[in-house]
């Protein structure tokens, strides 16, 4: 099974941007499907978007249109740019992924996937 390393999690202040990189071992493409969630300090982890195998995309409601996830199978990399960062997006996120389709219904439960990064924090200062 694949292995993901995350990169680019950092400081800004409210209204800026951050993109996050998740970097897997091997092909994902059309394989395996990749997820990002975060977790705040004393909060559970959540899911805030996933990429299924066959392109579909889900988003949290409370990133719905300032979070784009993305694919470059050429750098077996998934991305989720941020947009509009607000305090409230303050935590560590974790890239996720799981062999086959993941789905609409399960994309944001933990269970639904079986291999983790080690996360990278975002700071977003008001």
């Known amino acids: 099974q694949v292995q993901l390393v995350e990169f680019g999690g950092g400081s800004v202040q409210a209204g800026g941007s951050l993109r996050l990189s998740c970097t897997a071992s091997g092909s994902t493409y059309r394989t395996y499907s990749i997820a990002w969630f975060r977790q705040a300090p004393s909060k559970a982890r959540e899911g805030v978007a996933a990429l299924d195998t066959d392109g579909s995309t889900f988003y949290a409601d409370s990133v719905k249109g300032r979070f784009t996830i993305s694919q470059d199978n050429a750098k077996n990399t998934v991305y989720l740019q941020m947009n509009s960062l607000k305090p409230e997006d303050t935590a560590k996120y974790y890239c996720?992924?799981?062999?086959?389709?993941?789905?609409?219904?399960?994309?944001?439960?933990?269970?639904?996937?079986?291999?983790w990064g080690q996360g990278t924090q975002v700071t977003v200062s008001s």
């Open positions: 996720a992924a799981r062999w086959g389709r993941v789905g609409g219904l399960w994309w944001s439960l933990v269970s639904s996937f079986n291999i």
